[in-house]
């Protein structure tokens, strides 16, 4: 004859839109002709289905009750539940374009100047940018922008402006 039922949860803290196992043990284990159903304290909170899969739907907390029926007899246990609220990172404003500048674009040999990023928008997050010459016999540029005439003649600095799988040159 049926004594009790005792639930468990794989997890009894979730996140939004995480989903979790409750499984019902009866005792004894040989119990015959022993049906259990589900149920949840608040069903805007967790959702629960005949299997016993539960689905956070909103923050808070509920209960998720168990109730097992073998003939007139009917014992039930249940198992609280926390949902937490996911915490979604603030949108990074997607870059959109990279315009370079330089203080001058004619240098003698020797000379140097300065090649200056400007991001699109201007609060684009995680921006790194790299520069690079077209000709590294003619002109050198580092990582800061400082350009350095090294001979006579004609060479482009390119800016490349990362931001995740993003990647933009001008």
Known sequence: ELKSVTVTAE??????????TVTAKVDPTDAKDVTITWKT???????????GKVTALK???ATIM??????????????????EE???PEPTPELKSVTVTAESKKLKVGEE?????????????????????SDATVLKVDEAGK????KAGKATITATAVQGER????
Request: charged letters at 35%; aromatic letters at 2%.
């Open 11 to 20: 997890s009894k803290k979730l996140k939004v839109g995480e989903e979790t």
């Open 113 to 133: 100047t300065t090649v200056t990023a400007k991001v699109d928008p201007t609060d684009a997050k995680d921006v790194t940018i790299t520069w690079k010459t």
């Open 86 to 88: 996911e915490v979604k």
């Open 147 to 150: 350009v350095t005439a090294l």
């Open 167 to 170: 990647k933009l040159r001008t």
């Open 66 to 83: 168990a109730t097992a029926v073998q003939g007139e007899k009917k014992v039930t246990d249940s198992v609280e539940i926390e949902v």
């Open 59 to 61: 923050a808070g907390k």
């Open 41 to 51: 304290s608040d069903a805007t909170v967790l959702k629960v289905d005949e299997a």
